[in-house]
């Protein structure tokens, strides 16, 4: 079994920066990819960003393109996403997620973090 464990969420102005990390507790075959969600109260989980750990390929919602990074440290099985020009609306609950293919659906990923808490103040 794998496990993911979030970290580096917190309060922040709007405007600032975080750094999310997200640590596999092993590699799999059968976790290739890893992605950022997110989750605001009475709403759906949302897909933000992808990345494979064999392909340097990043995949964004359009909501964070130009402002989020994704990337990864293969050594650490460390997945990181870099969050700046913070908006109020980016305000949820991040979560990672491990599964095999490119895709933002959520019910598509087999393995799960238990979310860090994200929130911007205006």
């Known amino acids: 079994q794998v496990q993911l464990v979030e970290s580096g969420g917190g309060l922040v102005q709007a405007g600032g920066s975080l750094r999310l990390a997200c640590a596999a507790s092993?590699?799999?075959?059968?976790?290739?990819?890893v992605s950022w969600f997110r989750q605001a109260p009475g709403k759906e989980r949302d897909f933000v960003a992808q990345?494979?750990?064999?392909?340097?390929?990043?995949y964004y919602a359009d909501s964070v393109k130009g402002r989020f990074t994704i990337s990864r440290d293969n050594a650490k099985n460390t997945v990181y996403l870099q969050m700046s020009s913070l908006k109020p609306e980016d305000t949820a609950v991040y979560f990672c997620?491990?599964?095999?293919?490119?895709?933002?659906?959520?019910?598509?990923?087999?393995?799960w973090g238990q979310g860090t808490q994200v929130t911007v103040s205006s």
């Open positions: 092993r590699r799999t075959s059968s976790m290739s990819t």
């Open positions: 997620a491990g599964g095999l293919a490119r895709s933002a659906n959520p019910t598509h990923y087999n393995y």
């Open positions: 990345i494979f750990w064999s392909d340097p390929t990043t």
